[in-house]
């Protein structure tokens, strides 16, 4: 047999060991699938609905995705992409699924969604999910009928849906309450504790109960009910240069920015942006909630406390005859004695306890299903976070932390992450009616 000469074989040899390479360095060959995943667990489609799905593959790269629902044995074609650029190693793929379009009718269908890489194995993963066409919308089943609830209160609904839902609550205008699941008769139902504004009224407020199934339908419903007008008191409080200087300084202490300002510039800080922050931070504190009911009967008041400030008060800061500031009172100031003891006003468990602006040290309760309590300005902490605290249980002692001129309690009820007014909970015959009956 004649050779080759030397430098040929040596030729050939390069190349093949380079094809070789080429194949299995260069990932022609690998046999490792593309991954699929959806942004959402995926049971049911609607009328109209949005779905995210992620495809990926780290070697050779994507070359082809499709997606498609069957129905009676008949594709509907949702994607067929081909990726012309070798070595994409993820594409992100958003769906809108508009199912009277496609012509689907109520009823079961597979989901089928596929990738195949650009090996030369062509490697391919097929990933089917049974789901079902659902078109109808929940209807909502109240359970409780809202005659009055009064400005800057506090409003109660129960309801029954006729299918599971994955989102529901109650608007006031654009503020979403939270439903909280519960069971009424041993059936699946949903109740939701709402702040009204105090600048509520009939003409300028709708209150409609939200729901949402799974397969992305979605229900409105109006609640019908009266708007009590009620009056807020408006108040002008000097600040003295006494209490500037004895409180700025604190304040300064916890945030650095405020060091070299003058100290109306430091109470300017604090009655806006902080109160703000701190606003933000209570309804972050607030967004969970116990699943159950954990509050008995009336809400106590502070053992021999006198109101010094109510819920809804108008505070307008003067200072040398000049208005420079202004806030709204998130609750009631009560004053006994100096250090007094506090206690909780019901039952619940602890979720805060610390500094928290112009609160001062400050305990947080949740009383289930979106209900809280709040004591501000406290000297001293007496629990922790995580107890279950009962009825009358000490938690602190009053003081004057925080944005306070005096030793005194600030206690405030906040239901879906907004204040309202603590007088309705000292009130056994306002919780019948409104609430237990």
Request: aromatic share 8%; glycine share 8%; with cysteine.
């Amino acid at each position: 047999m004649k050779r080759f000469p030397l430098y040929i074989e040596v030729l050939i040899g390069v190349i093949v060991i380079a094809a070789v390479a080429w194949i299995f360095f260069g990932n022609q060959l690998e046999m490792g699938k593309p991954e699929i995943k959806f942004d959402q667990e995926l049971k049911a489609i609607g009328r109209q609905k949005n779905i995210g799905i992620t495809f990926s593959d780290s070697k050779s790269g994507l070359a082809r995705i499709t997606a498609e629902i069957i129905q009676d044995n008949k594709g509907h074609i949702l994607v067929d992409k081909k990726i012309s650029l070798k070595g994409q190693g993820q594409e992100m793929l958003p769906l809108s699924v508009n199912t009277a379009a496609l012509a689907l009718h109520d009823g079961p269908a597979t989901f089928k969604v596929t990738a195949t890489d650009y090996s030369l194995l062509k490697n391919t993963v097929v990933l089917s999910k049974e789901i079902k066409i659902d078109t109808i919308p929940p209807q909502i089943n109240l359970l409780k009928n809202i005659n009055y609830i009064n400005q800057g209160g506090t409003g109660f609904v129960a309801y029954q849906p006729s299918k599971p839902l994955v989102s529901t609550g109650v608007y006031i205008n654009d503020y979403l309450s939270p439903a909280h699941a519960v069971t009424i008769d041993n059936k699946p139902s949903y109740i939701t504790y709402f702040a009204l504004p105090m600048t509520a009224t009939q003409a300028t407020t709708r209150i409609t109960i939200f729901a949402r199934d799974e397969a992305g339908n979605e229900t409105t419903m109006g609640i019908p009910c009266m708007i009590k007008e009620k009056k807020f008191r408006a108040d002008k409080m000097k600040l003295s240069d006494s209490f500037l200087q004895q409180k700025m300084p604190e304040f300064q202490a916890m945030v650095p920015s405020l060091q070299g300002k003058t100290s109306l510039e430091v109470f300017s800080y604090i009655n806006s942006q902080m109160r703000n922050e701190n606003l933000l931070a209570i309804r972050k504190i607030c967004q969970k909630s116990a699943d159950k009911e954990l509050w008995e009967g009336t809400f106590l008041r502070m053992t021999n406390g006198a109101p010094m400030a109510l819920f809804g008060d108008k505070r307008s800061y003067m200072y040398n005859g000049k208005v420079v500031g202004e806030s709204i009172h998130s609750g009631v100031d009560l004053a006994s004695n100096s250090r007094a003891p506090i206690e909780a006003a019901n039952k619940g468990i602890v979720v805060f306890t610390g500094a928290l602006g112009i609160y001062g040290n400050t305990v947080i309760i949740d009383h289930g299903l979106g209900m809280f309590s709040l004591y501000g300005h406290l000297s001293s902490i007496d629990t922790a976070v995580g107890k279950n605290v009962a009825k009358g249980e000490k938690i602190g002692l009053s003081g004057m932390s925080g944005l306070a001129g005096g030793d005194h309690l600030h206690f405030s009820i906040i239901v879906g992450g907004q204040f309202v007014n603590p007088q309705e909970w000292w009130d056994p015959h306002w919780i019948k009616d409104n609430i237990t009956k």
